[in-house]
């Protein structure tokens, strides 16, 4: 080994993957061996998925295949290049000008990855005499974009106002604050307080940034998001998005006023830099996007279950924080105990996501229950039986209800 190599192998991050293995509890890159539905078949194993993002449940849908499959026919298989240059199809320009209409902004930019997207513009936006307000908890993309950015970053508790306001009171008035935040928190499955950042936002000349990678699809009239669902959509600056979750793909975009879009045109180096998104890529997003607009029916079922879902964890007396959405957290709070009931959920037919450090605190941890509008109450029920002998075995019942954070 060389020293570059033997550095790397005693990071804390590599032994804790070694340990897991070696004692046979090691729960990633389970190779997923057939097509993506509420059953998957991993290592020759039929298992039930609970730990996708695809709420709508349509990375299996025919129409979005089918669309997919004659976008390569037409376009070919790749972009061979960036939007700026020769990377622009014709579907792209109309795909941004179907989001921005939908969110009721006035253009929108699309990106490769959703990641790209906070990346690109977090990074860019704000300048080294301006301020970037960020939850603490917001995605990973999100603490990239601001540690690209010259700007200063202030912090504020997890969806605490009253730490978002101290923080908007430090910021000199003339200046840029930009807040940015989840509106659907990933992990945790809990919605920002949007309302009272847009209060918060008027009170000190603000700009706001909402990461509705998780909202779409899921909340808001015919999937808008979690900002529609408040009444605050027209409020809020800028709408990230992503192809990854509800749309069935893989892509973002960022909505917003023509300035803003059209600075990021020219200054946002992941948009430039990058080859754009595919043929297929796009025009299953498109496709996944009519089917979310058109058939409610998907999202008013995904309710049905995640309503179902939470009163059974509440009553089992599990510990799921303050989620109210298809994203439901059971806090285990170590991290082994998490790998190891990850792993006899998965004995048992129920594919979960383990959540451990560095991702959360260690006394964080968690295991990541998700729902998809195409489970049925059947496979939810034998998933939540499973869950509660599991849980109980490890020892791990608990009363309801994480501490805020
Ligand atoms: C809140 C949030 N923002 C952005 C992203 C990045 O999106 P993508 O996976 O499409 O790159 C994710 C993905 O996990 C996310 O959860």
């Not at 020293?3 to 070694?18: G, I, M, N, R, Y």
């Not at 993506?36 to 449940?57: H, P």
């Not at 008035?173 to 807040?179: F, H, R």
Request: hydrophobic fraction near 40%; charged fraction near 25%.
């Amino acid at each position: 080994m060389n020293l570059l190599e033997k550095k790397l192998s005693a990071s804390p991050v590599c032994k804790e993957a070694q340990q897991a293995r070696d004692k046979g509890i090691y729960p990633y890159f389970r190779a997923i061996e057939s097509d993506q539905d509420t059953e998957v078949t991993i290592n020759g194993k039929r298992v039930l998925m609970f730990g996708s993002n695809a709420y709508l449940g349509l990375t299996n849908h025919p129409k979005v295949k089918e669309a997919a499959l004659e976008a390569v026919k037409k376009y070919g298989t790749g972009m061979a290049g960036s939007r700026f240059l020769n990377g622009t199809l014709d579907i792209h320009v109309a795909l941004e000008k179907k989001i921005a209409a939908f969110l009721g902004k006035e253009d929108a930019l699309m990106y490769s990855t959703g990641f790209q997207v906070n990346l690109g513009v977090v990074s860019v936006l704000t300048g080294r005499e301006d301020y970037i307000l960020w939850d603490e908890l917001d995605h990973a993309s999100i603490i990239e974009g601001h540690r690209l950015s010259y700007s200063q970053k202030l912090k504020y508790r997890h969806n605490n106002m009253d730490s978002l306001e101290k923080q908007l009171q430090k910021c000199e008035p003339d200046k840029v604050k930009l807040i940015v935040t989840d509106t659907v928190f990933s992990m945790e499955g809990d919605i920002a307080n949007l309302p009272e950042i847009v209060r918060l936002a008027r009170k000190y000349n603000a700009v706001i940034m909402a990461d509705e990678a998780h909202g779409l699809g899921v909340l808001g009239r015919q999937g808008r998001g979690a900002c529609d669902h408040y009444g605050v959509l027209s409020d809020v600056d800028l709408v990230m998005g992503t192809f990854s979750k509800s749309l069935a793909s893989i892509g973002g975009f960022i909505a917003g006023t023509k300035p803003v879009i059209e600075f990021l045109r020219y200054t946002s180096r992941p948009y430039i830099f990058s080859a754009s998104n595919t043929p297929a890529a796009t025009a299953a997003a498109n496709a996944a996007f009519d089917i979310m607009v058109s058939e409610p029916e998907r999202n008013a079922h995904l309710w049905k279950l995640t309503h179902y879902a939470l009163e059974r964890f509440r009553a089992m007396g599990c510990e799921i924080g303050r989620t109210s959405t298809p994203i439901i957290p059971l806090f285990i709070r170590n991290n082994e105990k998490t790998f190891a009931i990850t792993k006899e959920l998965f004995d048992n037919g129920v594919f979960v996501n383990p959540v451990v450090s560095p991702a959360v605190a260690p006394t964080d941890t968690l295991i990541r229950f998700s729902l998809m509008a195409t489970h049925t109450f059947e496979q939810l029920d034998f998933a939540l039986d499973k869950i509660e002998k599991v849980l109980q075995k490890a020892g791990v019942r608990q009363i309801a209800h994480s501490p805020k954070k």
